[in-house]
């Protein structure tokens, strides 16, 4: 069974009699967070949780006589770090259920397994998140802390040779996690040949391969596990689906939009067109009208001007002479003279 499946995972860590187990894997992330190791655990059965099936809730005791609420939580791809703190206060507030008394608290730790990446901007696998001051890292409380293991980045770690499993526990357990890939369907054998050889010296290691093996081939396991990968794959399904038909709204709200834009732009050039032809139109009539206004003084002027150069011609003005005055032609005054002589 791929442990990275709620059920599997709440099957061996959540089972009583594999206590030892658990603490064991606890510890290996406590160690990470400067916590004291843990004396003792007790499993929460809180059912009025939502998707209650995904979580596992324990109590523990550590040796510092300090208790600690632990939920590990295997969040979808869909905004984990939200699904995270908002499970953290509600698992916070249980402890004051008939009691106000705020000076007996216990700290709840949630710790968010990921078979997925997060925090693309880090190469590490396993973070830890507290309350802590802006300007220096000064931490606020330590009453409230997020933990995030990322499987895919533990893999790369483990293929490219990084891990040290001599120093650090955290990678030996996180190699029970990810020796089995349901996704893509596929089985790490290195990663389970150096767990067999940690088994060897490591008692907790090895009672958690003998579970992992046991409740792998019951019957009503096998079961109870593909019913709910198929949950969990139909979610996927859905909220994939539920993506798709969000950008898909996006787009058509967009392309609705650029349309009436578009539609906004046309109606502005149509506008814009129409103006540009009155005006066009007003312009050319107006030059027409200027044309034959010119045309009207030019015979009114050319009519006085006959007038003028008659009365000239009569006075015993010269030709010359009465063009300058009169700007008629010579052809004109000739004709003009012809009539004068006819008279």
């Known amino acids: 069974m791929d442990l990275k499946i709620d059920y599997a995972f709440r099957k061996l860590f959540g089972d009583q009699q594999y206590k030892k187990v658990t603490i064991a894997f606890l510890n290996a992330l406590f160690i990470q967070s400067k916590r004291a190791p843990i004396k003792n655990l007790t499993f929460q059965n809180w059912r009025n949780i939502e998707s209650e099936e995904s979580h596992l809730n324990l109590l523990v005791e550590t040796e510092d006589k300090k208790t600690i609420c632990v939920e590990i939580l295997f969040p979808s791809q869909n905004a984990p770090e939200k699904q995270s703190l908002y499970f953290w206060p509600k698992i916070y507030r249980r402890q004051f259920e008939g009691n106000s008394d705020f000076k007996q608290y216990d700290t709840v730790v949630t710790i968010n397994i990921l078979n997925f990446e997060l925090f693309h901007e880090s190469d590490e696998f396993h973070h830890i998140f507290r309350l802590a001051g802006q300007e220096e890292p000064t931490p606020f409380t330590k009453i409230q802390e997020y933990q995030f293991v990322e499987i895919p980045k533990f893999i790369h770690h483990w293929n490219e040779g990084w891990l040290n499993l001599d120093e650090d526990a955290l990678p030996i357990w996180l190699l029970l996690l990810a020796a089995v890939d349901s996704n893509r369907n596929y089985f790490y054998p290195n990663m389970y040949r150096e767990l067999e050889k940690i088994a060897i010296t490591d008692k907790n290691v090895e009672m958690a391969m003998k579970a992992w093996r046991d409740i792998s081939h019951i019957e009503a396991n096998k079961l109870a596990y593909q019913h709910r990968q198929k949950q969990i794959i139909e979610q996927q399904f859905l909220k994939e689906v539920e993506i798709i038909e969000t950008k898909r709204k996006i787009t058509q ?51 006085y001007g006959k007038v003028v150069a008659r009365n000239l011609f009569e006075q015993g003005m010269e030709r010359p002479a009465v063009k300058n005055i009169t700007g008629l032609s010579d052809k004109e005054l000739a004709e003009l003279q012809d009539e004068l002589e006819e008279e």
């Open 253 to 303: 709200e967009k392309t609705k939009l650029i349309e009436q834009k578009y539609n906004q732009i046309k109606k502005q050039y149509e506008q814009q067109k129409l103006a540009l032809t009155e005006e066009k139109e007003k312009r050319l009539e107006a030059e027409e009208n200027a044309v034959l206004a010119n045309r009207e003084a030019a015979k009114i002027i050319i009519r």
